[in-house]
C-alpha cells in the first residue's frame, strides 16, 4: 500500500510560479510512475505530468497544455515528487491529484491517488 499526500497548492495571479509536492510513504519501493492529474470543475481528470520507469531512471510524460511551463521531479531520498507550475495561466485553475503506481504482475498495475491540493489562477 501507497499513501501520497500532497502540498503547496494556493492562489497565484496569471504569469506566476507555484510549486506543489507530494510525498509517498508506505511501501514505496516499487513504484514504477509517479505524477500528477489534475481536475477542473465541469471537466474531466486529464493527466499533467508523469515520471515513469522510475526504477530505471525515468523518463516524463507531460501534456501538450502544460509543455515548456510545468516540470515534474523526483526526489528518492524523500519519495517526494514535485511539480513545477510556471507561467500559470486561469485555465490551469484546478485541483493537482498527485498519482503512484505498482507492477503487480507483467500485466497488471495498481494505481493510487492522493487527496488533492488546489491551485487558483487569477486574471
Known amino acids: 500500500q501507497v499513501h501520497l499526500v500532497e502540498s503547496g497548492g494556493g492562489l497565484v495571479q496569471a504569469g506566476g510560479s507555484l510549486r506543489i509536492s507530494c510525498v509517498a510513504s508506505?511501501?514505496?519501493?516499487?513504484?514504477?510512475?509517479v505524477g500528477w492529474y489534475r481536475e477542473a470543475p465541469g471537466k474531466r481528470r486529464e493527466e499533467v505530468a508523469i515520471?515513469?520507469?522510475?526504477?530505471?531512471?525515468?523518463?516524463?510524460d507531460i501534456a501538450d497544455s502544460v509543455q515548456g511551463r510545468f516540470h515534474p521531479s523526483w526526489d528518492s531520498a524523500s519519495n517526494t515528487v514535485h511539480l513545477q507550475l510556471n507561467d500559470l495561466r486561469p485555465e490551469d485553475t484546478a485541483v493537482y491529484i498527485c498519482?503512484?503506481?505498482?507492477?503487480?504482475?507483467?500485466?497488471?498495475?495498481?494505481?493510487?491517488w492522493g487527496p488533492g491540493t488546489q491551485v487558483t489562477v487569477s486574471s
Open positions: 515520471l515513469r520507469a522510475l526504477q530505471r531512471g525515468h523518463f516524463a
Open positions: 508506505g511501501n514505496t519501493a516499487d513504484i514504477g510512475a
Open positions: 498519482y503512484a503506481e505498482q507492477p503487480i504482475t507483467p500485466l497488471s498495475i495498481h494505481s493510487y
